[in-house]
Every structure is written in C-alpha cells, then in structure tokens.
C-alpha cells in the first residue's frame, strides 16, 4: 500500500480495515447508511437496522484518532405474525490507528487499531460496561491491480459478573475493476469466543466500491452466515467523505 496515493482509502465495507491512516490533518467521515442485519431461527424473525458513523483525524501522518457509534438503532422482532420493534442510539466507540510500516515486497503494510466502546447507548442497545478491542491489519498489494488484506483482532466485553473473550480473524481479496473508479472484494471471516450460550460463527461476503471523486466514494456490500447460531445476513450502503 503506498501513503502517497491520493485517493480516498476507507475502512469500510466490509469486516476488515485499512492499514493505512487518513493523514496529518485530514478530517474522513465514513457512514453504514444504513447496515442490515437479517435473521430467521425457531419461527423468530428479526431484523436490525443501523445508522453506523465513523470519524476519524489524522494527528500525523501514521496516527489517527476514530470516533465510531452505531448512531441509530431499529429492532423489529416477529413470531406469529405480531412485531415488536424497539429503537434507540448505540455506545461510543473512541479508538486510534497507528500505521506501523508500508507494503515492501513480503511485508505487509501493517497497522495496530485499539478501541474502547463506552457503554453511552439506550437501554436494549448498550453493553452496560466497557467492551475493549485490539485489530491488527495487514495489507499487500499485488500484480494487476489485485491487492490482498489480514485481520486478527480481539475483544474483551462484560458478561454477567464477568467477562468473556471474543477473537475475529478474516482474509479479503480484491480487485480494481476496468473502470479505475470501481473496485471489488470478497472475505472470509471466523469468529470465535467463549461468551457463554454463544457459539463460534463464520461468514462469506463481499462488495463493491465506486470512487465518485478522488474525495467521495459509495459502497454496497453483504456477508451470509456459514454457521446456525449466528445473523443470516448482513447487507450494508455507505457513502464516505474526505474534508
């Protein structure tokens, strides 16, 4: 990955992240307009909505500070033909990325993302107590305008009197499309933790981004569920913004 490209590099769609930071003094905004969670088990439907907003500034050009909240939640839940639906703003996520080196033949271009998500949310959208997360992104590019990313990330939420462990570990592979103003990818994600009740999930997905300006991009994505206990579907819209 080269720092000196002047296009707009989001961390979004998607599970994974870039490695690579916004800039000393670059003000990006990055929206799930909105992201769709789809889920059908034991005759319960249920289906969340949210408005995600991430903001992030560059305080040199390898460290960002982030601001990332689900902004607005929507709950709907349907058995038997009856609805109840319960909406509500989510918790604070504060975080930073810190870029650590560029892509120079086998090594990645690398950056470590810590994070702690305050419980600031609405009763039914918040975790109560402070969930803390450790991403690790790397990144290569490769021949013919396909490039390549690595995630492992762990997470340390409340769970009753205690706490429980959660990893995240995903691969992408994308392309630039004919137009150079379009680009794809596909992931592969597996999820583990010891969450009581909870099981391990996996995910297969993909998306699509369309740079408007070298400032200004739109993406659409989704994920499927490889796994039982976990959302079937995962369906996202965002738009991002560089100021």
């Given at each position: 990955?080269?720092?000196?490209?002047?296009?707009?590099?989001?961390?979004?769609?998607?599970?994974?992240?870039s490695s690579l930071t916004?800039?000393?003094?670059?003000?990006?905004?990055?929206?799930?307009?909105?992201?769709?969670?789809?889920?059908?088990?034991?005759?319960?439907?249920?289906?969340?909505?949210?408005?995600?907003?991430?903001?992030?500034?560059?305080?040199?050009?390898?460290?960002?500070?982030?601001?990332?909240?689900?902004?607005?939640?929507?709950?709907?839940?349907?058995?038997?033909?009856?609805?109840?639906?319960?909406?509500?703003?989510?918790?604070?996520?504060?975080?930073?990325?810190?870029?650590?080196?560029?892509?120079?033949?086998?090594?990645?271009?690398?950056?470590?993302?810590?994070?702690?998500?305050?419980p600031t949310g609405q009763?039914?959208?918040?975790?109560?107590?402070?969930?803390?997360?450790?991403?690790?992104?790397?990144?290569?590019?490769?021949?013919?305008?396909?490039?390549?990313?690595?995630?492992?990330?762990?997470?340390?939420?409340?769970?009753?009197?205690?706490?429980?462990?959660?990893?995240?570990?995903?691969?992408?592979?994308?392309?630039?499309?004919?137009?150079?103003?379009?680009?794809?990818?596909?992931?592969?994600?597996?999820?583990?933790?010891?969450?009581?009740?909870?099981?391990?999930?996996?995910?297969?997905?993909?998306?699509?981004?369309?740079?408007?300006?070298?400032?200004?991009?739109?993406?659409?994505?989704?994920?499927?569920?490889?796994?039982?206990?976990?959302?079937?579907?995962?369906?996202?819209?965002?738009?991002?913004?560089?100021?």
């Amino acid at each position: 990955m080269h720092r000196s490209d002047p296009r707009l590099l989001t961390d979004r769609p998607g599970f994974l992240f870039s490695s690579l930071t916004v800039g000393r003094g670059v003000f990006q905004t990055e929206w799930g307009i909105p992201a769709v969670t789809l889920n059908s088990s034991g005759g319960v439907d249920t289906r969340v909505t949210r408005l995600f907003g991430l903001v992030r500034f560059g305080v040199t050009q390898n460290f960002e500070l982030r601001l990332d909240s689900p902004a607005y939640n929507q709950s709907r839940v349907r058995v038997n033909g009856h609805s109840v639906t319960d909406s509500g703003y989510g918790d604070l996520e504060v975080g930073a990325k810190w870029h650590l080196f560029d892509n120079q033949g086998a090594r990645p271009s690398f950056a470590l993302i810590p994070s702690v998500i305050l419980p600031t949310g609405q009763k039914g959208f918040t975790a109560d107590d402070p969930i803390y997360q450790l991403n690790a992104m790397a990144e290569w590019n490769l021949a013919n305008g396909w490039g390549a990313g690595a995630l492992a990330g762990y997470l340390n939420g409340p769970s009753g009197d205690g706490r429980y462990g959660q990893g995240t570990f995903a691969v992408s592979l994308g392309r630039s499309l004919p137009s150079p103003k379009w680009s794809a990818y596909g992931e592969a994600v597996y999820v583990t933790t010891n969450l009581a009740g909870a099981s391990d999930s996996s995910f297969l997905g993909g998306g699509i981004k369309y740079l408007v300006s070298n400032d200004f991009q739109l993406d659409l994505s989704f994920d499927r569920s490889l796994t039982a206990d976990s959302p079937d579907w995962l369906f996202g819209f965002g738009i991002a913004a560089r100021f």
